[in-house]
């Protein structure tokens, strides 16, 4: 038995950090909870039956994530710690709350979204190559400055890229989602306007779920629909984006692209998306961050907390609210 041992105790919690490094948990002893750390290993820390509270290992991929749910027979909730829940939601058992990690990445998903673009426009891929082969590639590139930036995804991270658009004097930021609403920032247009958006826009920005209504949305049509020499930046899911329609329109040199996710994903050798032309591939990094760690481990005391004294859960995406 240790520390976070309660003899006849209610319900076990699983982490995937060690307890001792999370401040503000809920006393183990005096809630009915004991902690236990599993980060994905082959053997469970525990009797998966016993877990109510499972927070899911992060970037473990779907197979380890959901391998005790079918024995976790007292589970409640799930929380994850990623932002989208599509590789885990089927396997979520009825009547059990699944949560998500809304606050944890928007910070360092933006960052990246905001590099990317930056990368892009400025040719920094092209200063590497010209760094090793020690080339001095001077001339003009393309500034953001000026520029039309339509965000498709005005969830927590399209409004986290939009503060971090604000310094950058762009001409315009336009702002879509799934349906068209008035905020505080401005209007929210519908995806229903996009090929009406589309062609207005110099860079598009992908910051969508992974939903049944958002698989493949950016096909040949939508694509088809960007102006001439627009950037592409997908920080969203990979199948968000049909990726034949879109090695058709960099190979032919008409737009260009700067993405953190792909389909397939880990993107394999030898696939043509590594040698297109006018692509900057980053490999899945937007939430991984030195922010990830502070962040993901006060969702979980917060969450916790909450859970402890009955109280409402905050980011439930399905299941019992």
Request: overall charge negative.
């Amino acid at each position: 038995m240790n520390a976070y041992d309660i003899p006849h105790r209610p319900a076990d919690v699983w982490l995937p950090f060690d307890p001792a490094g999370i401040d503000g948990l809920p006393d183990p002893w005096a809630h009915g909870l004991a902690y236990r750390v599993w980060d994905g290993e082959e053997e469970f820390p525990a009797d998966p039956a016993d877990c109510a509270f499972y927070v899911v290992p992060y970037m473990k991929g779907t197979a380890v994530s959901l391998r005790p749910v079918g024995q976790m027979t007292s589970l409640r909730v799930m929380q994850t710690l990623t932002a989208g829940v599509d590789d885990v939601r089927a396997g979520v058992p009825r009547g059990v709350r699944l949560c998500n990690a809304r606050g944890v990445h928007e910070a360092s998903t933006a960052e990246l979204a905001l590099t990317l673009v930056l990368a892009s426009l400025r040719g920094i891929p092209r200063f590497v190559e010209g760094q090793r082969r020690q080339e001095w590639r001077s001339g003009f590139y393309p500034a953001l400055a000026d520029k039309s930036v339509l965000i498709v995804g005005h969830g927590s991270v399209g409004a986290a890229v939009e503060d971090r658009l604000a310094p950058f004097e762009c001409a315009r930021v336009v702002r879509v989602a799934r349906s068209a609403r008035t905020t505080e920032r401005g209007d929210v247009h519908a995806f229903t306007e996009l090929p009406r958006l589309l062609p207005q826009a110099d860079v598009v920005i992908l910051s969508v779920p992974l939903t049944e209504d958002t698989a493949g949305l950016v096909d040949a049509a939508f694509l088809g629909r960007m102006r001439d020499g627009a950037l592409l930046v997908n920080v969203a899911r990979g199948p968000v984006v049909d990726t034949g329609a879109l090695l058709a329109e960099l190979a032919s040199g008409r737009l260009r692209a700067a993405l953190d996710v792909t389909d397939p994903e880990p993107l394999p050798a030898g696939h043509p998306l590594w040698d297109a032309p006018n692509t900057l591939i980053s490999p899945h990094v937007g939430g991984s961050s030195s922010a990830f760690l502070p962040r993901a481990k006060r969702l979980i005391a917060r969450q916790l907390s909450r859970f402890a004294a009955g109280e409402a859960l905050d980011n439930v995406v399905a299941g019992p609210r």
